[in-house]
């Protein structure tokens, strides 16, 4: 049972524009989001979060926005990079336990 | 943050065989877990690493075939026992620090059974 969920596995953007990743969850219990970037060959690395008391939260080309009444949290980056070309998972914790996204492979091409 | 370090970064192994995956924390934390990633897929959660305790493992992972050893608050090992190429996968360890809710991630495992 897939209580995270990326619907699209990739995504294609021009340097310069807005990249929007989304994500869904179907736990209501969840109150704290999380998104990672993962390079090849590398470990996923954290991102920015998200606490459930908030609707949006910035960190600098990194916004993530919560909508709680559709259970759905979006990945804004701008300007997008050639450096952001990643897969980006969300996840969600509960209970001592994360539970993972598909992810999201970002291309942004130069 | 923790910084999280794993031996060996990669391997070939032979069918049969066993490889046991170090992982290294810089810091006590409290939880530790081991992942898998294989190609083109997400995370699945193998098994929560428990210290003075066995570990606690998900759906589809034994213990027979994962055994995970966690003897303090900054070290784990996984072994990958009697390997097949199904195996084959990049295997990472992470760690949720004590005043932190966000999990850290080791650079991976990449292992190729041949």
């Known amino acids: 049972d897939q209580q995270v969920k990326q619907n699209s596995p990739s995504l294609s953007v021009q340097e310069g524009r807005i990249s929007i990743l989304n994500c869904d969850y179907t736990?209501?219990?969840?109150?704290?989001f999380l998104w990672y970037k993962k390079y090849p060959a590398e470990g996923p690395t954290f991102l920015i979060s998200?606490?459930?008391?908030?609707d949006k939260n910035e960190d600098g080309r990194f916004t993530v926005f919560l909508n709680k009444s559709a259970k759905h949290l979006s990945l804004h980056i701008v300007p997008s990079q050639p450096g952001d070309s990643a897969v980006y998972f969300c996840?969600?914790?509960?209970?001592?336990?994360?539970?993972f996204g598909s992810g999201t492979k970002l291309n942004v091409k130069p | 943050s923790a910084v999280i370090s794993q031996k060996p970064s990669r391997d070939i192994c032979q069918r049969g065989t066993s490889l046991t995956i170090q992982c290294q924390v810089d810091?006590?934390?409290?939880?530790m877990f081991w992942y898998r990633q294989q190609p083109g897929q997400s995370l699945t959660l193998i098994a929560t690493a428990n210290q003075g305790s066995e570990a606690t493992y998900e759906s589809g992972f034994v213990i027979d075939k994962f055994p995970i050893s966690r003897p303090n608050l900054t070290f784990s090992t996984l072994t990958v026992s009697n390997m097949s190429p199904e195996d084959s996968s990049i295997y990472l360890c992470?760690?949720?620090?004590?005043?932190?809710?966000?999990?850290?991630f080791g650079p991976g495992t990449r292992l190729t059974v041949t």
């Open positions: 996840a969600a914790p509960l209970f001592n336990k994360f539970y």
């Open positions: 736990n209501s219990m969840f109150d704290y």
């Open positions: 992470s760690a949720t620090p004590w005043d932190r809710g966000e999990q850290y």
């Open positions: 998200i606490s459930s008391i908030k």
């Open positions: 810091s006590q934390v409290t939880m």
